[in-house]
């Protein structure tokens, strides 16, 4: 079929269009041109090439500059980027200030986005520093998978704070039937927090305060606020709302049997919770609803010999461990649950396995040497079973 007069009209209309694109790009190419030239005479420092090229091209100074911080406020850009692209426009206006007499209006633009940039880049290192101190405390996790959607809400990311929960709750209250032991991995959302999953599981309004409720959100929608500085320094400690919150949740608090009334500390300053466990200071829930917690305590120690030279051995009680966590969560997969059969290593526990799982995390950390490494030979309990170095196997 020949074409007719009005499809012709239509195919020079979009070579017309295509040329100006082909136009456009190609003012852009000569563009990219100046920049690229000035940052190759800065960086060469060759002075009288640049004063060149500034008086050459005086007519797309303005051009330049703008295109520049256009580019640097591009969301996307990192903070160095746009400060790179920012530190260009801001000598591209100075020079052009200097050899072409121009007037200060570009250069002041310039200089008052960088201020800005700075100010909003140490803020934002200095909120990261606040949640730094937030998560020194152990077990004290900011959770945020869903840290844009609350911004713009205006509300903050979450601290969930352990020490708090496991004054009133054992490990296996909530690890694992609740919360899987591992960050992020319970996609944890709003939602099912006010189906009654979740946190919601207590936070309903029943076991502990409701978060449906306005004036809650804050409570746990706290990391930078000053609503977190108890959580993060201790401060929400207090005996008797300890003794109501535990009344409240059936479990038991008594701070008359704490030496000297006070939480007992470990050496760096945290919460010792062997000892509120040897003064029967409290005595944390083992199930959420009051039923008989099935697997039960084992009561056996092992002794694990220590392949080290200058430390001494490691005593392991089952029973402090099978009263906090339930026997699943170490057997059968961080440790085979048979006598030598597991190896333990140090390097394994930085990366967060073997013992390190919870030691380092919410469990006192390993950098605290001496609070394992402490048995010697003397005062072994009765029947403890040895885990001898040259005859166990590697860890799993
Ligand atoms: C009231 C509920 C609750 C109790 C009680 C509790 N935890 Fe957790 N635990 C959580 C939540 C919530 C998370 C984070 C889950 C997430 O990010 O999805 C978590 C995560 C963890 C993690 C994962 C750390 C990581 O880096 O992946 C460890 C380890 C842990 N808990 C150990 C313990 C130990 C040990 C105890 C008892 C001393 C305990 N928890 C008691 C709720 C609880
Ligand atoms: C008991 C603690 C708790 C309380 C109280 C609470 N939240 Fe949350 N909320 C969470 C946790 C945990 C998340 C998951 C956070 C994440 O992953 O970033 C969350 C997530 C959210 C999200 C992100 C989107 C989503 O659906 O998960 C919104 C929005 C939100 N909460 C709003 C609120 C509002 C509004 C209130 C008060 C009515 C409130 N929250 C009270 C714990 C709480
Ligand atoms: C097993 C029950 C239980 C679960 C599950 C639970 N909490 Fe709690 N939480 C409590 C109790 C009890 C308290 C003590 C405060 C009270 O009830 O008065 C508490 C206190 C807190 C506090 C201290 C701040 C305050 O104002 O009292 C925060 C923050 C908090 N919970 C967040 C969470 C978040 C976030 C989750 C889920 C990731 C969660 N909790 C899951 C029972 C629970
Ligand atoms: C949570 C308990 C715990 C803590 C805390 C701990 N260790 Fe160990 N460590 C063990 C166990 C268990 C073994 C295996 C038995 C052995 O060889 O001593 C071990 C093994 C070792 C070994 C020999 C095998 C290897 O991996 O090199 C050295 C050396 C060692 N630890 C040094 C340290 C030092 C140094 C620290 C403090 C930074 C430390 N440990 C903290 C439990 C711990
Ligand atoms: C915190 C981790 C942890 C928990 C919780 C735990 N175990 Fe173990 N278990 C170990 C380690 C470590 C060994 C030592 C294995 C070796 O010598 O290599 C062990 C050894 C054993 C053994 C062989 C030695 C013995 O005691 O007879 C059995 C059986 C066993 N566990 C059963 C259990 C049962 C049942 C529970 C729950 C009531 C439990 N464990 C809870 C870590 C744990
Ligand atoms: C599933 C979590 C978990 C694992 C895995 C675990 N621990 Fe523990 N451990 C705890 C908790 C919880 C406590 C109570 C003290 C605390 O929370 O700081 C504890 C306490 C201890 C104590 C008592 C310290 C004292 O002051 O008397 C020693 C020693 C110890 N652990 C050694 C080990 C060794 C060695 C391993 C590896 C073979 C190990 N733990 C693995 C959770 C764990």
């Known amino acids: 079929m020949r ?3 009005s499809s012709i009209g239509k195919i020079a209309l979009i070579i017309t ?9 190609y003012l852009k190419a000569e563009e990219s041109q100046f920049r690229r030239q000035f940052i190759e005479n800065y960086t060469t420092n060759s002075l009288m090439a640049q004063s060149m090229l500034i008086k050459q091209n005086k007519d797309k100074i303005a051009d330049e500059v703008n295109s520049l911080i256009t580019e640097a406020m591009m969301p996307e850009k990192s903070y160095q980027d746009r400060m790179y692209l920012l530190d260009i426009a801001n000598a591209v206006a100075t020079m052009n200030i200097h050899w072409n007499n121009a007037g200060e209006e570009l250069l002041k633009k310039v200089e008052g986005l960088q201020k800005e940039e700075f100010a909003k880049e140490k803020k934002r290192t200095e909120e990261l520093e606040k949640l730094k101190e937030t998560e020194k405390v152990p077990g004290n996790f900011i959770i945020a998978a869903h840290k844009e959607e609350l911004a713009a809400k205006g509300l903050s990311p979450v601290i969930y704070p352990h020490w708090v929960h496991r004054s009133f709750f054992r490990c296996k209250v909530c690890h694992e039937d609740i919360f899987i032991m591992k960050r992020g991995a319970n996609e944890i959302s709003q939602t099912k927090i006010q189906e009654g999953k979740q946190c919601g599981t207590c936070h309903n309004g029943a076991i502990s305060f409701n978060a449906n409720a306005q004036e ?3 409570r746990c929608h706290s990391a930078g606020k000053p609503e977190a500085t108890p959580l993060i320094d201790l401060s929400y400690y207090n005996p008797n709302k300890f003794k109501e919150i535990a009344s409240r949740v059936s479990s038991e608090w008594k701070p008359e049997n704490m030496p000297g009334g006070k939480l007992p500390l470990d050496k760096l300053g945290f919460i010792n919770w062997v000892e509120l466990d040897k003064a029967k200071a409290f005595n944390p829930r083992t199930t959420i609803n009051g039923s008989q917690d ?5 009561e056996t120690y092992i002794l694990f010999e220590t392949s080290s030279t200058f430390l001494k051995n490691v005593l392991f009680s089952h029973k402090i461990h099978s009263t ?3 026997c699943s969560l170490c057997h059968p997969n961080t440790f085979k649950p048979e006598l030598g059969a597991n190896r333990v290593k140090m390097i394994e526990m930085k990366d967060g396995k073997s013992c390190g799982r919870c030691h380092g995390k919410v469990a006192f950390t390993y950098s605290d040497c001496l609070r394992c490494h402490n048995q010697t030979k003397e005062n072994l309990p009765e029947g403890v079973l040895i885990n001898h170095p040259a005859t166990s196997a590697t860890s799993q």
């Open 294 to 298: 099935t697997e039960g305590v084992r």
């Open 3 to 5: 074409p007719t007069i």
């Open 216 to 218: 809650n959100c804050v």
């Open 324 to 326: 906090w966590v339930k």
């Open 17 to 25: 269009l295509l040329v100006d694109v082909w136009h456009i790009s």
